[in-house]
């Protein structure tokens, strides 16, 4: 009682506080599969920085792959302070993935064939991950809060060099833009699922109680179309929905669904079409870096003892 006493006052709670299980479980659930999703989502992007058409765009793409990498680890940092209660190292929540025990966005399970889609990746998703870490800024728990401050900084740098791929492209030769549609309607109807159902289910409900979140996945879609919709008609580029229209009255906006039940399978049975390529990239990592991270553990025990 006096736990939800301080929530509702709009108390943050510290790592060295005590919390109800449930509230530990559900916090682990968010930042693992957002620490997780960050280090997949590095992986479309990635495949680009050698391909990318000037050395330039090659060294931003770079960076903000090391950058994706870096708020992973960040969070999975995160994620490990609360497991130790249960016993769970970075080690084994990397290995999570991997064995189908954690869950990352369904963006990162999609192919990214054109540079327009890495410019796009940049806009778009980067663009929905902002607006949601931003909602995050305010969740209850402080370490997390905190983190979010610098990972919110660097994404918007992320964002605006998405931003600038696609405007260059918009203004290039019929060819680029042909591209850029192309990329507009891959990743449209999926950044329709990003923000998950309307009808949102227990965990996330409970995530709303304690207020680890803040707005409802609805109130997030629909922030995303108001802000992007706009941009993207400015640039004479279509958007991939008939449907879409917005209503001045409500300032809401009706959409297309996307297709729930195959992004569903997608992310819960990695499915999609680069699913299992990235999952076999992030196994060779772990393995082939396995030397490095036991060699860091000696090192850390070895220094604990002498001390």
Known sequence: MEFNQRIAAGEKIEAVDWMPDEY??????????????????????????????????????????????????????????????????????????????????????????????????????????????????????????????????????????????????????????????????????????????????????RMLDYRIRTMTNEELRQKFINRYAPRIQALGIDIPDPALRHNPATNLWSYTDPDWEWFSDVVHNNAGPMSQARLALRRQAQQDLAWFRQAQQRAAAAATRGA
């Open 24 to 205: 530990r479980n559900l916090l682990i659930k968010q930042i693992h599969m957002h620490g997780i999703s960050e280090i997949m989502g590095a992986y479309p992007e990635k495949e680009w920085v050698t391909k990318a058409p000037s050395i330039k765009r090659k060294l931003a793409l770079n960076a903000k792959v090391q950058d994706e990498i870096g708020h992973g680890q960040m969070l999975l940092r995160l994620a490990e302070d609360l497991s130790r209660p249960y016993h769970r190292g970075r080690e084994a929540l990397m290995d999570d993935v991997l064995d189908g025990r954690v869950k990352f966005h369904n963006v990162f399970h999609l192919e990214a064939p054109t540079w327009a889609d890495a410019g796009v990746i940049g806009f778009l998703v980067d663009g929905g991950a902002i607006i949601t870490q931003a909602m995050l800024l305010n969740s209850s728990y402080a370490p997390y809060a905190r983190m979010l401050k610098r990972i919110v900084a660097e994404e918007s740098f992320h964002m605006q060099h998405g931003e600038s791929v696609v405007l260059a492209l918009a203004s290039g030769t019929e060819e680029q833009r042909a591209m850029l549609q192309g990329a507009i309607n891959r990743w449209w109807p999926a950044m329709m699922f990003f923000f998950g159902p309307r009808e949102m289910g227990p965990s996330s409900k």
